[in-house]
């Protein structure tokens, strides 16, 4: 939308009232995002990981049909709120289908490629608005907004005919034989067999397969789950009140107060992040399960705070020298902002929120974690523009204030996961006590006991 929101024709066609309209439309979306990351603690334990997913493109599609179809600012935003509400399920439900189904020393790397996926997607996405700017038409920012629905298209039907169901998931459905098959078709027989017994043993410890059902949003307040609670969301909160999206839904902005005057030249710049993020994405996927969680989110912290004081620099140098050829050297900065941001937490947030639930508790926590994401998406969006527009950089330099509480927060709160099995969460975290309870009914012992077939 960065593209689009500043472009003078759809602000012609739009006639937002003032810069709290402008960043209405584009917040509303992440209100719908909150919505529905929460529903996945419903869906994705009563449908499935992957049929959640399926639905959610359902949901994308109208709202993507809608937005396309707008105009006035109402319409618009009530076009992106149906849109968040499935790319809200989306955000919470991959991460969670991945971790269920990924090998334990393997994880970071697979939610790493994942992330590059998705900046694969950012980056062409930002080409498409650039090509279609061009247009002498005040309707071209239709076009990609329609467009959109294709992959939906492709992967609603995935999800619902190809895609395996999460072997984690049918085991609490006690569909035992299902869940080693799709072990063995992902990880071979020795290890599907090694690990389904883990995850029997799992459930064992937690009481019986029914007790699952029984978990509810309280439960993820209360006692030693709080903690785990507050670290999931509070890693996803400081994804994003570092400044990522700050930058990237205003980057045409940012370039501009930087010196860069031409709109056609803002704009080539700001698909310029878009590469950066497909190359940085790589980053992760071959190097993130090597080092721990902890270190690559500072690293990327330092990283990205020496990126924000370098925009804060220059758009003061451009304030005082608009005409300076060195004015372009801000495209610099927010190019190494997302390089160390992707290097660390465009993968690693989600990664840890995915991760360090125990197995009862997986789906709402990591539906709580994505929400929390979105919340403070929201708050970002929708403050950036009157702060920045008030204050310059001083929007800047409150990120580099969080980035810093941030790097304390990771350095002393947050519990290191490296090469942790999903099962042994609960003793990482000091929740073992407080998840045994009564024995298993004699079916379930039975199941969880007795001996494996190839079925």
């Given at each position: 939308?960065?593209?689009?929101?500043?472009?003078?024709?759809?602000?012609?066609?739009?006639?937002?009232?003032?810069?709290?309209?402008?960043?209405?439309?584009?917040?509303?979306?992440?209100?719908?995002?909150?919505?529905?990351?929460?529903?996945?603690?419903?869906?994705?334990?009563?449908?499935?990981?992957?049929?959640?997913?399926?639905?959610?493109?359902?949901?994308?599609?109208?709202?993507?049909?809608?937005?396309?179809?707008?105009?006035?600012?109402?319409?618009?935003?009530?076009?992106?709120?149906?849109?968040?509400?499935?790319?809200?399920?989306?955000?919470?439900?991959?991460?969670?289908?991945?971790?269920?189904?990924?090998?334990?020393?393997?994880?970071?790397?697979?939610?790493?490629?994942?992330?590059?996926?998705?900046?694969?997607?950012?980056?062409?996405?930002?080409?498409?608005?650039?090509?279609?700017?061009?247009?002498?038409?005040?309707?071209?920012?239709r076009i990609p907004l329609a467009i959109q629905v294709i992959p939906a298209i492709v992967l609603a039907?995935?999800?619902?005919?190809?895609?395996p169901p999460s072997p984690r998931w049918l085991v609490a459905e006690k569909r035992y034989d299902c869940?080693?098959?799709?072990?063995?078709?992902?990880?071979?027989?020795?290890?599907?067999?090694?690990?389904?017994?883990?995850?029997?043993?799992?459930?064992?410890?937690?009481?019986?397969?029914?007790?699952?059902?029984?978990?509810?949003?309280?439960?993820?307040?209360?006692?030693?789950?709080?903690?785990?609670?507050?670290?999931?969301?509070?890693?996803?909160?400081?994804?994003?009140?570092?400044?990522?999206?700050?930058?990237?839904?205003?980057?045409?902005?940012?370039?501009?107060?930087?010196?860069?005057?031409?709109?056609?030249?803002?704009?080539?710049?700001?698909?310029?992040?878009?590469?950066?993020?497909?190359?940085?994405?790589?980053?992760?996927?071959?190097?993130?399960?090597?080092?721990?969680?902890?270190?690559?989110?500072?690293?990327?912290?330092?990283?990205?705070?020496?990126?924000?004081?370098?925009?804060?620099?220059?758009?003061?140098?451009?304030?005082?020298?608009?005409?300076?050829?060195?004015?372009?050297?801000?495209?610099?900065?927010?190019y190494m902002f997302y390089t160390f941001f992707n290097l660390s937490w465009g993968a690693g947030s989600?990664?840890?929120?995915?991760?360090?639930?125990?197995?009862?508790?997986?789906?709402?926590?990591?539906?709580?974690?994505?929400?929390?994401?979105?919340?403070?998406?929201?708050?970002?969006?929708?403050?950036?523009?009157?702060?920045?527009?008030?204050?310059?950089?001083?929007?800047?330099?409150?990120?580099?204030?969080?980035?810093?509480?941030?790097?304390?927060?990771?350095?002393?709160?947050?519990?290191?996961?490296?090469?942790?099995?999903?099962?042994?969460?609960?003793?990482?975290?000091?929740?073992?006590?407080?998840?045994?309870?009564?024995?298993?009914?004699?079916?379930?012992?039975?199941?969880?006991?007795?001996?494996?077939?190839?079925?």
């Amino acid at each position: 939308m960065a593209m689009i929101i500043a472009d003078e024709r759809w602000l012609e066609l739009m006639k937002p009232a003032n810069e709290w309209s402008v960043g209405f439309v584009v917040s509303i979306y992440n209100i719908g995002c909150v919505i529905g990351a929460l529903t996945i603690g419903f869906f994705a334990d009563t449908c499935g990981r992957e049929r959640t997913i399926a639905l959610a493109s359902t949901v994308f599609i109208l709202g993507a049909l809608l937005q396309a179809a707008s105009y006035t600012i109402a319409q618009i935003s009530f076009g992106r709120l149906i849109l968040g509400l499935g790319v809200g399920a989306y955000s919470a439900g991959v991460p969670l289908y991945i971790s269920e189904i990924a090998p334990t020393q393997l994880r970071g790397r697979i939610v790493g490629i994942m992330m590059m996926i998705l900046c694969f997607a950012e980056m062409v996405v930002f080409w498409v608005d650039y090509g279609f700017y061009f247009l002498d038409s005040d309707d071209w920012w239709r076009i990609p907004l329609a467009i959109q629905v294709i992959p939906a298209i492709v992967l609603a039907v995935g999800c619902w005919l190809w895609v395996p169901p999460s072997p984690r998931w049918l085991v609490a459905e006690k569909r035992y034989d299902c869940a080693l098959e799709v072990l063995t078709r992902l990880h071979g027989s020795v290890a599907a067999r090694e690990e389904i017994a883990a995850i029997r043993e799992t459930v064992q410890g937690e009481a019986s397969v029914a007790a699952h059902s029984a978990v509810t949003w309280a439960d993820m307040f209360r006692g030693p789950v709080l903690r785990v609670t507050l670290l999931g969301t509070g890693i996803q909160m400081f994804q994003q009140t570092t400044g990522t999206n700050g930058i990237f839904y205003y980057a045409p902005e940012l370039f501009k107060k930087g010196g860069i005057t031409d709109p056609k030249l803002a704009n080539l710049a700001t698909g310029g992040v878009g590469v950066v993020l497909f190359l940085s994405a790589w980053i992760p996927v071959f190097y993130f399960d090597r080092l721990g969680r902890k270190t690559w989110f500072q690293v990327g912290l330092i990283g990205m705070i020496v990126a924000l004081v370098g925009i804060c620099v220059l758009q003061q140098h451009a304030a005082d020298h608009p005409h300076s050829p060195w004015n372009n050297a801000i495209v610099i900065f927010p190019y190494m902002f997302y390089t160390f941001f992707n290097l660390s937490w465009g993968a690693g947030s989600w990664t840890y929120a995915a991760e360090i639930f125990p197995i009862s508790y997986r789906a709402k926590g990591n539906a709580l974690c994505t929400a929390s994401l979105w919340i403070s998406n929201f708050v970002v969006a929708q403050v950036s523009p009157p702060i920045e527009s008030a204050t310059g950089y001083g929007l800047y330099i409150l990120f580099i204030i969080v980035c810093i509480i941030a790097f304390f927060f990771v350095r002393y709160a947050l519990v290191e996961t490296k090469g942790r099995s999903l099962e042994e969460m609960a003793e990482l975290f000091g929740l073992d006590d407080d998840l045994k309870g009564e024995e298993s009914d004699p079916v379930t012992q039975g199941l969880l006991q007795g001996p494996m077939t190839d079925g």
